[in-house]
């Protein structure tokens, strides 16, 4: 026998996979994780290249770039670095999906996420929520912001 690990139904119903976002910026990424550890609050670790060992291959004109950051707020994680590509793209056809089931909080959110950002969908209610904004911020990070309802509450 050969393959891969799968784990059985019963296996994932008592231990849920966590998927952890891990976004690419292009040279500010510390100004992103900052921002966003004021907006969300948590643990803010960031590294930079100046932090590498010398063998590690970081040119000296990019020892500056956050090689590694992660925003740890209890069981939520948001990780990120900046490209060391010179044609850094920013991220499409993908969003960060933030959600909440106080309705302030997620105008809040909205509100913060929103300066400088190109708004796509105001924050509004929707059939589905009291609650659904899409931007674009200041940094180039699509989100999704949106209130959590209990099916059929609305």
Same mark, same amino acid.
């Given at each position: ?6 784990? =059985? $139904? ?11 976002? *891990?976004? *690419? ?6 100004? @992103?994780?900052?921002? *966003?550890?004021?907006?969300? #609050? ?7 290249? $100046? ?8 040119? @000296?004109? !990019? @020892?500056?770039? $956050? %090689? ?10 948001? %990780? #990120?670095?900046?490209? *060391? ?9 993908? &969003? ?10 997620? !105008?809040?959110? &909205?509100?913060?996420? =929103?300066? #400088?950002?190109?708004?796509? %969908? ?18 180039? $990070? ?13």
């Amino acid at each position: 026998m050969g393959g891969h690990w799968s784990p =059985s $139904t019963d296996e994932l119903r008592e231990r849920p996979v966590p998927f952890h976002p *891990y976004l *690419y910026f292009g040279g500010n990424c510390r100004e @992103a994780f900052t921002r *966003y550890q004021q907006i969300f #609050g948590g643990e803010l670790t960031v590294m930079d290249g $100046t932090e590498a060992p010398p063998d590690a291959g970081i040119p @000296a004109d !990019k @020892a500056d770039l $956050t %090689m590694h950051a992660s925003l740890n707020n209890g069981d939520e994680l948001l %990780m #990120g670095s900046d490209s *060391y590509d010179d044609e850094f793209t920013p991220p499409a056809s993908i &969003f960060v999906h933030y959600s909440t089931t106080d309705l302030d909080q997620a !105008k809040g959110v &909205f509100a913060d996420l =929103s300066e #400088g950002a190109e708004i796509h %969908m105001p924050g509004q209610e929707e059939f589905w929520t009291p609650f659904f904004g899409v931007l674009t911020d200041r940094f180039g $990070t699509p989100w999704q912001v949106s209130v959590e309802t209990s099916h059929g509450e609305h």
